[in-house]
T-cell receptor, first 117, second 114 residues
Framework: GAVVSQHPSRVICKSGTSVKIECRSLDFQATTMFWYRQFPKKSLMLMATSNEGSKATYEQGVEKDKFLINHASLTLSTLTVTSAHPEDSSFYIC?????????????FGPGTRLTVL | AQSVTQLGSHVSVSEGALVLLRCNYSSSVPPYLFWYVQYPNQGLQLLLKYTSAATLVKGINGFEAEFKKSETSFHLTKPSAHMSDAAEYFCAVNGGFGNEKLTFGTGTRLTIIP
């Protein structure tokens, strides 16, 4: 149980276009999901906390107009990178917070590799 | 505020040797501590977690970690390294219920020497 999927796994886009990444909890409901960014050979940087039915909470330094997050249901959160530029190229990972039965463990998706040309 | 420090960005051990990956934490509240493993171009997989129960925690793939409050440490060990253990390992901390945001260490790349 507690499986999280991400789609797409890889995406290549042109500079100036927008890209949407989906994060789904497949066998549990997640009121809270997190979005991380990971640069090559670096640790994970928390970008934002996504709560179902409310606005996302962004970490300091993360542009909310650039990285749009929508958590429309208990199993789906989306991250849209708007007007993407080459510096947005990165590995994006989401996680979903399971309930008290897992001591509020975060379950991670497999990640999405974004390359902006 | 919480933080973790992983000593050693790269660790190399021979196959069959002891694996020891170090993690020290700082937390203003009783911490929940986690070790994750990441293989290239993949997400994170939980190895084990400490949630204020037993201080010696056993995880998957033969890994274990011991929570030592006096030393503010949560080092990861495995008695005998296997080639398949080569990966990036992350230590992370959060404040438990109501404070689930994870703070990650910088990671340790484990290389296994045949």
């Amino acid at each position: 149980g507690a499986v999280v999927s991400q789609h797409p796994s890889r995406v290549i886009c042109k500079s100036g276009t927008s890209v949407k990444i989906e994060c789904r909890s497949l066998d549990f409901q997640a009121t809270t999901m997190f979005w991380y960014r990971q640069f090559p050979k670096k640790s994970l940087m928390l970008m934002a906390t996504s709560n179902e039915g409310s606005k996302a909470t962004y970490e300091q330094g993360v542009e909310k107009d650039k990285f749009l997050i929508n958590h429309a249901s208990l199993t789906l959160s989306t991250l849209t990178v708007t007007s993407a530029h080459p510096e947005d190229s990165s590995f994006y990972i989401c996680s979903a917070l399971a309930g008290e039965w897992t001591y509020n463990e975060q379950f991670f998706g497999p990640g999405t590799r974004l390359t902006v040309l | 505020a919480q933080s973790v420090t992983q000593l050693g960005s790269h660790v190399s051990v021979s196959e069959g040797a002891l694996v020891l990956l170090r993690c020290n934490y700082s937390s203003s509240v009783p911490p929940y501590l986690f070790w994750y493993v990441q293989y290239p171009n993949q997400g994170l997989q939980l190895l084990l977690k400490y949630t204020s129960a037993a201080t010696l925690v056993k995880g998957i793939n033969g890994f274990e970690a011991e929570f030592k409050k006096s030393e503010t440490s949560f080092h990861l060990t495995k008695p005998s390294a296997h080639m398949s253990d080569a990966a990036e390992y992350f230590c992370a901390v959060n404040g438990g219920f109501g404070n689930e945001k994870l703070t990650f260490g910088t990671g340790t790349r484990l290389t296994i020497i045949p």
